[in-house]
């Protein structure tokens, strides 16, 4: 005997019933290629899309909680060491990596921002796909 769906309604089992047809909106695909169920599997993806010379300093158990504490002090529930401010965004010390700081930006519409800082800041090289506004940059001096 074939089961149904969870999601389909009828009788099965029994002969001479009407069944219900199945919305087609629940057979679509999925979005994403794999399904995991764990907590950590949104930062693996994260890491995943880091450059290479990140990758090559950083393993993935320390891009996990530097992932996790980024999205804190974004979020304003952790404090981290401020090391520059401009008037729509702040830059916190990256622990994880040494040469790189974390840009936490306000106002994202702008092509460049004037931060004040003790350090010499390059580009950005790396934005959250989740939050854009949340980036690692790479400390010059």
Request: aromatic share 10%.
């Amino acid at each position: 005997m074939k089961v149904p769906q969870i999601n389909c309604l009828g009788y099965f089992g029994v002969r001479n019933c009407a069944k219900k047809k199945c919305a087609q909106s629940s057979l679509s695909p999925t979005k994403h290629d794999c399904v995991s169920f764990s907590s950590n599997a949104q930062y693996m993806r994260k890491y995943v899309t880091l450059p290479e010379e990140i990758k090559k300093i950083l393993n993935p158990k320390d891009a996990i909680d530097m992932f996790k504490e980024m999205e804190f002090v974004a979020l304003g529930l952790s404090k981290g060491h401020k090391i520059g401010q401009g008037d729509f965004s702040f830059v916190y010390e990256n622990p994880w990596l040494d040469g790189y700081d974390l840009l936490i930006a306000q106002d994202l519409n702008s092509d460049s921002q004037i931060i004040y800082s003790k350090h010499k800041l390059g580009n950005s090289v790396w934005a959250d796909s989740d939050n854009n506004n949340i980036q690692i940059i790479k400390r010059l001096s």
